[in-house]
């Protein structure tokens, strides 16, 4: 009898026993740049004629493009909020019920943040064994207990607020920059930014610490998220001095091509290390362009009406690309409905992680639309899938194909208006673009985005095309009420007492201030 080679009794050995196992797969690392106030419209790939973004542009070039990509919210602490948890501000407490319908965000008077009883998507991560870090802008909340290393990031360089300022520290102290839990300095002392020439190296250092972290955790052959949140286009802009004076609109093209840049080089890293098949990467912004900043602190929300703050497009829809060499599909576009929440949910699937199932969560798992199955697609809630238009505590708008239904119209007051607060410039619609805050639950205004992406031109009441989409839309507006449960609101109370006067760390500097008398208030949010 011939005896059996060793190779033939392992192949036996396998297929009748079981004896050797395949190893789980690996997790993908997960890159999240989120930018500021940038707008749809600053993007080459999207029409930008001063061509400022050759790497996001061969980023798109080399992924996927998402065009209908929106915020959650037309403001930078709600939207932050919203892509974290994977639920509209309205749900995570995100907002405010001092008034009807107002912006609310966390300067640091703010008393509240992120409430504990969310979950964030660097804590769902860490079930799978993830490292992360969050690089730049918090604006989650500046209090110990809401900083990054209490919600479940591992590390963290950057501010919790805004980089407003310089101020006088005797009344109000300039945001503290940290490094993990503890202060490093503050922005226009420590970390200049120069007010009168834009010049500042803060992208520099952000593009460092991100490299550096993508670096350790290659290494380390660990999964890896990282939360890039550099800040340089909202107003104060600034850019290094090799990028001032270099693009064509100004200061805010400087800062433009100073974060492309940055996001070539992080691309070419993962490349060089070579895990770019192993790492998601998904760029977008919070909200739309600051156009009250005027042109040379903002940038271009492209055909879309109005800005930054307003539930109009342009205040809604952001810039968005989707890279993975290998799992999407080169140079592909998709016009799927997407929402910044939907990162939390793409996040745990792709983690190979359940979401969880005791809370409602408004983002849906993209990765249908991203890996191509569009096989899969018309059979997933994606297909048919509304985006609601939020401003504070009220539904403002909502999209359901391509078909946008106002319930509400405001851009900001007229007082606000007449001391040359406009939040659309050269952009006033009659009866759109108002200027009090109008209702229309009766008689939605309703828009083709498809025909008409400026929101100019109202279908007619008594078309048979809007009888149509409106009989499609209220029972998902009637749905969608009925069944919203608000949290409690985190941005009601305000106190100069709670800001940065003595951050963790202060002491090792010699950098703590004293804070005055607790005395709160109901903040005041005019828009």
Known sequence: MQVMSMQTLAFFCVIICGCWTQKPPVPPNIIIMLMDDMG???????????K??????????????????????PLCSPSRAALLTGRLPVRNGFYTTNAHARNAYTPQEIVGGISKDEILLPQMLK?????????????????QQYLPLERGFDEWFGAPDCHFGPYNSSQRPNIPVYNNSEMIGRYYEEFQINRKTGESNLTQIYLQEGLDFIYRQAAARQPFFLYWAADATHSPVYASKRFLGKSQRGRYGDAVMELDDSVGQILSQLMTLGIERNTFVFFTSDNGAALMS?????????????????????????????????????????????????????????????????????GLDLTPVLLNHTHTLQNTSLADRPIFYYRGNEMMAVRLGPYKAHYWTWSNSWEEFKAGINFCPGEEVPGVTTHIQKEHTLAPIIFHLGRD??????????????????????????????????????????????????PAGCEKLGKCLKAPKSEPWKCDWPH
């Open 40 to 50: 749809w419209g600053d993007l080459g790939v999207f029409g930008q004629p001063s």
């Open 52 to 73: 400022e973004t050759p790497n996001l542009d061969t980023m798109a070039a080399q992924g996927m493009l998402l065009p209908n990509f929106y915020t959650a919210n």
């Open 127 to 143: 079930k799978k064994g993830y490292v992360s870090k969050i690089v730049g802008k918090w604006h989650l909340g500046h209090r």
């Open 294 to 362: 005027g042109p040379n602190e903002s940038g271009s929300n492209g055909p879309f009406l109005c800005g930054k703050e307003t539930t109009f497009e342009g205040g809604m829809r952001e810039p968005a690309i989707a890279w993975w060499p290998g799992r999407i599909p080169e140079g592909t576009v998709s016009f799927q409905l997407a929402s910044v929440m939907d990162l939390f949910s793409t996040s745990v699937a792709l983690a190979g992680l359940s979401l969880p199932d005791d809370r409602a969560l408004d």
């Open 453 to 502: 992406p400026g929101e100019r031109y109202p279908i007619s009441v008594l078309s048979r095309e809007y009888e149509d989409v409106l009989s499609r839309i209220s029972p998902v507006v009637e749905k969608h009420k009925a069944t919203l449960v608000p949290g409690t609101p985190q941005l009601n109370m305000c106190d100069l007492a709670v800001m940065n006067w003595a």
